[in-house]
């Protein structure tokens, strides 16, 4: 007998019928003599509902607040689920996290689990039960309701597997797996059958929505592979395992997107120890991430622009703080530009294939597309070019690399 956890994504039971689908589904790999733990996100674009509500009552909504809200779309969904499996004569019992406990830290909204207690689940599946677990949530040691970041389901299965060491990971998604970009914006995308944690990691943080970073970043963590696959096929799926047990034939593994990205250039800056320094200080205790940074230093050597790149929402309040922080920062002038897209290259097999800059760069030129940042790493390089671009880079880079 084997231990699993299934996790369906918000377009897998976005509607009745759906939700009727997976049941079968669950009812399915029960049937075939496994325990299993089912854990759901909300029925799709709820959360961003929830979202939109809590916006037009305040645009900075109290952030536990939030999380009491925006959480509330699995508890809809997890109990449908569970409804729809006793209507198929499952035995079935929905578990919202604070019930279980999940306990994370309390950094609401983009909280990290810290322990799932297990007696209660692992009673209740091996006297043939099903447990289906609201996906996105948990609680902290306050006692107050936390979420897990955008996307957060894949971050509850990945750390159910963990906690409850069960034998597999299975993601259930819209689409066949992981492609070798968003199927949407290319019909070129193929399926790829396996992908290293690193590689993963990459293109999720770097745009690719079917795995959340964090959910990747545990399993890299604990070594717990994860497998992608459809809700709506029986096709093979991804593997997300180790390296190691991959052989690299391609250099290019996939090509990731991020759209809603700002730049923004101080120009004029003093050139002496500390300038970054003042410029990046207050916008981090403002928490806003940044992304690419370009320093570059005038003829005479005094004085120096920094760009950097934010994300788009971000952009106002960046501003503000720059402006704030003016007489610190001592700067000429401050230019911005939104609608920026971040286009990536990722892959193991780069490590050990030099001109794979150089490619990137010449194909975009062909196609009169104008580079205005950069950023390496080993198995990954990003570009940002303007939005409007997007489609035709990724185009592109697809077939330029061999994977088409
Ligand atoms: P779920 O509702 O199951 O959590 P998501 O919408 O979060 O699903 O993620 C699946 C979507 O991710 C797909 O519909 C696809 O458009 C998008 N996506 C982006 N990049 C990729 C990629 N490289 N491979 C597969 N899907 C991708
Ligand atoms: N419902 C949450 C979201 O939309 C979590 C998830 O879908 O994984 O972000
Ligand atoms: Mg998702």
């Not at 790829?192 to 079917?210: C, Q, R, T």
């Not at 996939?254 to 250039?265: E, L, M, T």
């Amino acid at each position: 007998m084997k231990r699993l956890v299934i996790k369906f994504g918000g377009t897998s039971v976005g509607n009745i019928e759906k939700i009727k689908k997976v049941a079968n589904i669950v009812k399915k790999r029960f049937e075939e003599g496994n325990e299993i733990i089912v854990v759901v996100s909300a029925m799709s674009g709820e959360t961003n509902k929830l979202n939109t509500k809590a916006q037009s009552i305040a645009q900075n909504f109290d952030d536990k607040e939030l999380d009491v809200l925006l959480s509330s779309g699995e508890q809809v969904s997890s109990s449908l689920l569970s409804g729809a499996l006793i209507d198929l004569g499952i035995k079935a019992r929905s578990w919202l996290g604070w019930q279980i406990p999940i306990i994370t830290d309390d950094n609401y909204t983009f909280s990290k689990i810290i322990k799932i207690r297990t007696d209660e689940i692992l009673n209740f599946i091996s006297h043939k039960g099903v447990a289906v677990i609201a996906g996105f949530q948990g609680i902290s040691k306050e006692n107050r309701i936390t979420t897990l970041g955008r996307g957060g389901s894949d971050l509850s299965a990945v750390a159910i597997a963990k906690f409850f060491q069960t034998d597999s990971c299975e993601i259930y998604t819209d689409v066949d797996g992981v492609f070798t970009t968003d199927p949407s914006i290319s019909h070129q995308a193929k399926k790829i059958d396996k992908i290293s944690y690193e590689e993963m990691l990459e293109m999720s943080s770097l745009g690719a929505k079917v795995m959340q970073p964090s959910a990747v970043q545990t399993s890299m963590i604990d070594n717990i592979p994860i497998h992608v696959r459809s809700t709506f096929s029986e096709k093979s799926g991804t593997k997300i395992i180790s390296e190691s047990e991959i052989d690299y034939k391609k250099v290019v593994t996939g090509i990731a997107y991020s759209k809603n990205n700002a730049k923004i250039s101080i120009i004029g800056v003093v050139d002496k120890p500390g300038v970054a320094a003042d410029v990046f200080e207050p916008i981090g205790k403002n928490n806003i991430n940044i992304d690419m940074v370009i320093q570059n230093t005038s003829l005479d050597g005094k004085n120096a622009n920094i760009t950097f790149t934010i994300k788009q929402g971000d952009l106002k309040k960046t501003l503000n703080t720059i402006e704030k922080n003016k007489k610190t920062i001592n700067y000429n002038k401050i230019s911005h530009d939104d609608k920026l897209a971040k286009i990536s290259i990722v892959g193991a097999g780069m490590v050990s294939s030099p001109g794979v800059t150089y490619k990137m760069f010449r194909a975009l030129a062909d196609e009169k597309i104008n580079i205005l940042a950069i950023s390496t790493s080993e198995i990954k390089i990003s570009v940002l070019i303007r939005e409007d671009l997007t489609q035709k880079a990724v185009k592109k880079l697809h077939s330029e690399f061999g994977l088409n």
